[in-house]
């Protein structure tokens, strides 16, 4: 086979690993099993069935995990926007940073006392499984999205201990070791990666959106790209000046999330499509450099599921009740966030990092690692509806809508606001007059429904889950909102 043919080959096989990945979607609706860990089994069980097929090299893997972690991070900012994250920061920060630390805390003591692994090695693998991925979470909910602040904390959570995570693994790595002068220069670094890349995040994302707004471009599809390139930019910005890049995309992201820019639905649109590719191509490539043989031995497999088991009963629960309990929640809602730690590549990405340092036995503590991945996305992944729906978490099915209706503007409109009808709001039930004479000169222009467009009227009545479209001055959009609000 010549070099073009070779060429050609891998590409039909990852083109063909794509689309039944895409596919596989609808699988997981029915077994539960979400497809990150199909792909990360899948490519684990090719690697080692298959001698053609490489293992990637360890740089290899860092840095396309880095470029896949970016863009989902970046996405997930977007996601959450500044409204949600206000709504939530206390509980994100203290669940996403003390809450992480707690976790990797009680991980060190299970694997040093239950397993005699040494105080440094366990606080490495400790820090490696601690972060969460909430995209594992929802992709096993399917459809269903839960709906209050549970999500968004988790969500959060994630965004926040990724960044966190990834910057003391790298200071731990530095230091060498565990001393005084060693926790003095850990806790040094991670603090200064923290401000620096909430700094350059804060900063880079308003700048971005001076940028959307005013800077016109010649063609639609250059918009998505120069999002992207500038996310990347403040990626290398951040880090060049040793700070956290992660976070830095991660907080951009939050800052132009709910922010009004041309073309802003594409670009949403696009980056998760991205994130989502790149979610698939993390699991896909770390699968590569799972050793099936080397998770066989009794002392990787056995202490990966018992700490696999005591973070998710006992470690998580207790750390993370301890960062929420100053938080007011649902009971309902603080018992998911317990329970819906699950892990994603993130903690493979750390366990990689861990082994290309040449830590004393890097191939069981990296084991070690996926083994509780698995365990977390297996298990615990799951059991996720079952237990959303035990705890009665008020959740709606979100359906697909392929075809949308959209008017071009050269400028941007002024005083058109988009409101959606939240259960027990004061427009639930108001018709469209009603909710006129309450508010002041106003016009409902468009309403739409799970069934379709409804026709505006004066006696039309408003539901809970209808979009709504309404042309007012600017000035009445604070009043709107608390009509269109949950109370």
Partial sequence: M???????????????????????????????????????????????????????SEPTVERVITIALVLVLFDGGMHIGPSRFRAAVAPILSVGVAGTALTAAGAALVLHCLFGIGWFPAVLVATAVAPTDPAVVFSVLGKREIRGRSSTILEGESGANDPVGISLMSSLIA??????????SVGTQFVLQMAIGFAVGVVGGRALLVFMRRVTLPSEALYSLRTLATCLMLYGIATLAHGSGFLAVFVAGIVIGDARAPY????????????????????????LTVDLDVLAHPDVWIPGVILGVTLTLVIRPLAVSACLAPVRLRRNERIFILVAGLKGAVPILLGEFLRAAH????????????????????VQGSSV???????????????????????RLADEPEGVHRFSVAA?????GCTVEGLGD??????????????????????????????????????????????????
């Fill in 2 to 56: 010549n070099q073009s043919s070779h060429y050609a080959l891998i590409v039909l096989l990852c083109s063909a690993v794509g689309l039944v990945a895409v596919l596989a979607n609808r699988l997981t609706e029915r077994v539960k099993i979400p497809v990150p860990l199909l792909v990360l089994v899948g490519a684990a069980v090719a690697v080692h069935a298959l001698p053609a097929v490489p293992t990637p």
């Fill in 175 to 184: 230091a060498g070791g565990l001393s005084a002068a060693g926790f003095a």
């Fill in 264 to 287: 802003k639905p594409e670009i949403k649109r696009f980056h998760a499509g991205l994130a989502g590719l790149a979610e698939i191509v993390a699991f896909a490539i770390l699968g």
């Fill in 359 to 378: 830590v004393a036995d890097a191939e069981r503590l990296y084991g070690i690692v996926v083994v509780v991945v698995i365990f977390s996305v297996l």
């Fill in 385 to 407: 509806t079952g237990v959303a729906r035990l705890l009665h978490l008020p959740m709606r099915t979100v359906e697909t809508q392929p075809w949308e209706i959209g008017v």
């Fill in 424 to 428: 027990g709001s004061a427009a639930e």
């Fill in 438 to 487: 309450r508010v002041g000169d106003i016009w409902v222009s468009i309403v739409v429904r799970t069934t379709g467009l409804v026709p505006v009227r004066g006696d039309t009545a408003l539901e809970a889950g209808d979009e709504v479209v309404v042309l007012a001055d600017p000035e009445l959009h604070d009043l709107l909102a608390a009509q269109f609000g949950r109370p």
